[in-house]
């Protein structure tokens, strides 16, 4: 299973060519997200263009979400708290998703996002 970083989702419905291409590759695999993403997205189509939403809300629909559990919580605190005495911080948005995906088995996600490439437990795939 792969997550679905907000930057990807945001680019795939900009219409974004490598978004695009890395969709097609995608086909077949599970896909996913967490709460925090999809709320990152909602705000982005709410904020922006409002007519858009439901196709946000289809497209995120579309999509298996992973849970936020006091496991997921437990696994991004223990990498956050790391990352911090390692000097690297990272955002707690990006944490909270990184712990739903431990926390139900999922081990990759496609971004464009730079921070989650400072965190060893994942694979990061771009576009």
């Known amino acids: ?3 679905l970083d907000s930057t990807f989702v945001i680019d795939l419905l900009r219409n974004d060519p490598l978004a695009v291409a890395k969709a097609r590759q995608l086909e077949g695999d599970e896909l996913a997200i ?3 993403i999809a709320h990152e997205v909602l705000v982005g189509a709410f904020f ?3 007519a858009a939403a439901p196709k946000v809300i289809e497209l995120l629909t579309s999509l298996r979400m ?4 006091l496991a997921s919580a437990t696994s991004s605190a223990s990498i956050g708290a790391a990352l911090l005495k390692a000097g690297r911080e990272v955002g ?3 944490l909270m ?3 739903a995906m431990l926390a139900n088995n999922c081990d990759t996600i496609i971004t464009r996002d730079v921070d989650f490439k400072r965190i060893k437990d994942i694979a990061v795939e771009t576009y």
């Open 92 to 94: 707690d948005g990006d």
């Open 48 to 50: 922006g263009n409002r």
């Open 66 to 69: 992973l849970d936020l559990s």
């Open 1 to 3: 299973m792969k997550c």
């Open 97 to 99: 998703t990184v712990g």
């Open 34 to 36: 967490t709460p925090v």
